[in-house]
């Protein structure tokens, strides 16, 4: 009797499809119970073919970008807390990575990151107006740093880098006099 491939595949295809739920608990069970085992012929299988899969997955993801995308997309929007979290992690353990890699995308890139910023600005004047008034009235509102040594170096010649802490301290000081002594003028 001769064995006839065709009839074979056929067979195994409508075993399987009749048998598809009682064949994945078997083996969802051995890859529990033997766990090691398994692992370790995935490695092997990996070691032994690396540069085959490897082409499978930059093919399958040049074929399905969209699809990929979606799915990240979807993924992300579901579990935001947690992506965020992760992101951060990588970002405090790779400090220097991420630094060097902007600084690289920025030099690559500063045509477009100039007309994006010019584009933004054209777009959005209102907004940024109301920012910088809402920022002034803050940094002295709270008497910053920054705010102390404008209002030292107005009118003179100096910079804001001449300013040493300790000045900043005693106008910041002089400042909150100023402010008290006006409104008690007020209430009396």
Request: glycine share 2%; charged share 45%.
């Amino acid at each position: 009797m001769t064995w006839d491939k065709e009839k074979q595949r056929e067979y195994n295809k409508a075993y399987f499809a009749r048998n598809r739920d009682k064949i994945r608990e078997c083996k969802k069970a051995y890859r529990a119970e033997n766990r090691d085992k398994t692992r370790e012929h995935n490695r092997a299988y990996y070691a032994r073919n690396r540069d085959k899969i490897r082409e499978q997955k930059k093919a399958y993801r040049g074929r399905n970008r969209e699809k990929i995308r979606e799915r990240h997309k979807a993924y992300r929007g579901r579990n935001r807390e947690k992506v965020k979290a992760l992101e951060h992690a990588w970002y405090v353990k790779n400090k220097e990575k991420k630094k060097e890699q902007h600084k690289a995308y920025r030099g690559r890139n500063r045509e477009k990151i100039r007309e994006q910023k010019k584009a933004y600005r054209a777009e959005n004047r209102e907004k940024i107006r109301e920012r910088k008034k809402t920022y002034r009235a803050r940094i002295t509102e709270t008497l910053s740093d920054s705010y102390i040594k404008h209002k030292i170096v107005q009118g003179t010649i100096l910079s804001s880098s001449d300013i040493p802490p300790e000045i900043i301290e005693i106008k910041r000081m002089h400042l909150k006099l100023l402010r008290m002594a006006r409104s008690q003028g007020e209430t009396a």
